[in-house]
Structure formats: C-alpha cells, structure tokens
C-alpha cells in the first residue's frame, strides 16, 4: 500500500509547516521545503509558551518536530 501523501510540507530552516503548494516558506522565506517529516507543535501564544521559547518559536503557527 503506498504511502499517504502529507496535507503539509515543512521547512527545513525554521520547522514552520506550509501548504503543500507553497514553494517558499512564509514564515523566513527559505525555498527549502520538504514533505519528510514528523510530529507537529501547534503554537497559539508564542510569547506565553514555555516550549515555544525552549525550541526558539516566535511567530504562531504549525511546526514540524523532526525534519529530514
């Protein structure tokens, strides 16, 4: 059985999850995006999350855990 295509691509220099159609990251503009990766860390309030601060998040939005 083959492999589920992903709903998102990820960017291999900040994490950020895009859609699958961008060819440019909008959150720093990277062109290097992948369809290889895993976990996702939804961040709501980048400013009050312990976690956004540890892994270096500043701006909202979906991210990758693990990028190849």
């Known amino acids: 059985m083959p492999a589920r295509k992903k709903l998102f691509k990820a960017c291999r220099n900040c994490y950020f999850l895009t859609s699958r159609e961008a060819?440019?990251?909008?959150?720093?503009?990277?062109?290097d995006l992948t369809e290889e990766w895993d976990g996702v860390i939804i961040v709501i309030k980048p400013e009050e999350?312990?976690?956004?601060?540890?892994?270096?998040i500043s701006k909202q939005g979906?991210?990758?855990?693990?990028?190849?």
């Open 62 to 68: 979906r991210y990758a855990l693990k990028v190849s």
């Open 23 to 31: 060819v440019e990251c909008p959150n720093c503009g990277s062109k």
């Open 49 to 56: 999350s312990r976690l956004a601060r540890n892994i270096g």
